[in-house]
């Protein structure tokens, strides 16, 4: 079974700032997708960026992007000029590539918690 | 406003009591999902439906139960069985296709006394 792990609780960066989130998975599988999702106070989730496996190119998003290694397994997402909107949770999330068609299966990591010191 | 609405919102319950947590979507996505979130556990799958009148079970799917009688609609019951009840609980909905983008409602806090 998939595992994703995020190794940091909690981060704090100062506004303007950039900081870093970690996030490590495990798979025996060689095509899926990674996704870092965003829960901020009101609790809404939404999507913030996401990567294909296939892909060798980082995808970007605005002021987020991310930085993928697929050989490590590991999928950091970058916050560059932070804003005060951007403190909430932050999820990285697993989904095999398999059954395409079907429900969207995720499997997520402990989330970190950003706070942005103004 | 499309959405997904989840109600109620906050939820005391005694122990060995059955509770239902609603979820409405008007997406018009096909898929829906439970998930229970625990701190510094991350989001974990406790029921998904593909479909109507079809469900699955996730990874933590003891305790509770599910019916998926209308494509927006996704009902998730919290029964006696469940040892530890309480928990935020967010609904989900996607199209069934490989975008791998869930659209989450604002979740229900259940609080078993």
């Known amino acids: 079974a998939q595992t994703v792990t995020q190794s940091q609780p909690e981060m704090s960066v100062q506004e303007a700032e950039t900081v870093t989130l970690s996030c490590t998975y495990d798979t025996s599988e060689s095509d899926y997708y990674l996704f870092w999702y965003k829960q901020p106070p009101s609790r809404q989730m939404i999507l913030v960026i996401r990567?294909?496996?296939?892909?060798?190119q980082n995808a970007t998003e605005n002021r987020f992007s991310v930085n993928f290694q697929k050989a490590a397994k590991s999928f950091s997402l970058k916050i560059s000029d932070s804003q005060l909107g951007d403190a909430a949770m932050y999820f990285c999330a697993y989904r095999s590539a398999r059954g395409i068609q079907g429900a969207q299966k995720l499997v997520f990591g402990q989330g970190t918690r950003l706070t942005i010191n103004p | 406003d499309g959405g997904i609405t989840q109600s109620p919102k906050y939820l005391f319950r005694k122990e060995g009591q059955n509770v239902t947590l609603s979820c409405e979507q008007n997406?018009?996505?096909?898929?829906m999902y439970w998930y229970r979130q625990d701190p510094g556990q991350g989001l974990r799958l406790i029921y998904y439906s593909q479909i109507v009148n079809d469900f699955q079970k996730g990874d933590i799917a003891e305790g509770y139960s599910v019916s998926r009688e209308k494509k927006e609609s996704f009902p998730l019951t919290v029964t006696s069985a469940q040892k530890n009840p309480t928990a935020f609980y967010l609904c989900?909905?996607?199209?069934?296709?490989?975008?791998?983008?869930?659209?989450f409602g604002e979740g229900s806090r259940l609080t078993v006394l």
């Open positions: 990567q294909e496996a296939y892909k060798q």
């Open positions: 997406l018009n996505h096909d898929a």
């Open positions: 989900a909905s996607s199209i069934n296709h490989n975008t791998g983008e869930l659209f």
